[in-house]
């Protein structure tokens, strides 16, 4: 089964009216390419809004998880420490601010990095445009 139509033609058709066909048909095939992209935005912000609640969702956990295990991490340390509890949240506070530290002493290392302005790019243009110098010279 074949997707495509079968259009009769008319052999007594004059340029007139195969001219008002094509503009009819132009115009449909215009108005569906819009309909189609609005399908499509409405469906992309569907899945968008989905994503979002989904991540949101999952920082909410995760931030009550973290919580919860630092509270459990500050009650060990603090049996451990004869039941100073606020032993265990002072070395358990420390130890979540080396890890800070450290995360974002990594994540300022990473915009450190060179980043993609096409400084090479320039770079090799001059070389290229020597190189050439160099060949029409010889």
């Known amino acids: 089964m074949s997707l495509r139509t079968q259009v009769p033609i008319d052999p007594d058709a004059g340029i007139p009216d195969l001219i008002r066909r094509l503009t009819d048909d132009s115009k449909r095939l215009a108005s569906d390419e819009v309909r189609l992209a609005k399908l499509e935005l409405g469906q992309n912000i569907r899945s968008g809004a989905r994503g979002a609640l989904w991540l949101s969702l999952a920082f909410g956990v995760g931030t009550v998880t973290l919580v919860a295990l630092t509270v459990g991490l500050i009650a060990a340390v603090g ?32 915009f450190a990095e060179p980043s993609y302005t096409l400084k090479e790019t320039r770079e090799s243009l001059r070389d290229t445009q020597s190189w050439a110098a160099a060949e029409r010279a010889d």
């Open 79 to 110: 049996h451990w420490d004869n039941g100073h509890m606020w032993a265990g949240a002072l070395i358990v506070g420390a130890l979540e601010l080396i890890a800070a530290f450290m995360l974002i002493k990594r994540g300022a290392g990473a």
